[in-house]
């Protein structure tokens, strides 16, 4: 069993910052993929942005420039900054994981954490 566990979240006013973690533990055997997404009350999920093994980013036009998403081996962070109103949603982390030497790739999403940006 793999478990993602975000933090980092809460309230902020517009044009603050904050920063998400999100850390993967339990039985891995290699990490792909991790990504963040957001939903706001009423919308679909939506992606935020992506990093692969190897490093490299994309990201959502409504966050390029203001957002960065980075990892160590276990854990995917996000940046924010410059936040606005239109942040505020539910984050979740995304991770595509292998659990074992033949396992497959596997989907695994954290809990997810509220942002708040007050005007």
């Known amino acids: 069993q793999v478990q993602l566990a975000e933090s980092g979240g809460g309230l902020v006013q517009a044009g603050g910052s904050l920063r998400l973690s999100c850390a993967a533990s339990g039985s891995i055997f290699r990490i792909n993929a991790l990504a963040w997404y957001r939903q706001a009350p009423g919308n679909q999920r939506e992606l935020v942005a992506t990093i692969s093994s190897g490093g490299s980013t994309n990201y959502a036009d409504s966050v390029k420039g203001r957002f960065t998403i980075s990892r160590d081996y276990a854990t995917v962070y996000l940046q924010m900054n410059s936040l606005k109103p239109e942040d505020t949603a539910v984050y979740y982390c995304?991770?595509?994981?292998?659990?074992?030497?033949?396992?497959?790739?596997?989907?695994?999403w954290g809990r997810g954490t509220q942002v708040t940006v007050s005007s």
């Open positions: 995304n991770a595509n994981i292998i659990s074992g030497l033949t396992a497959p790739q596997s989907t695994y």
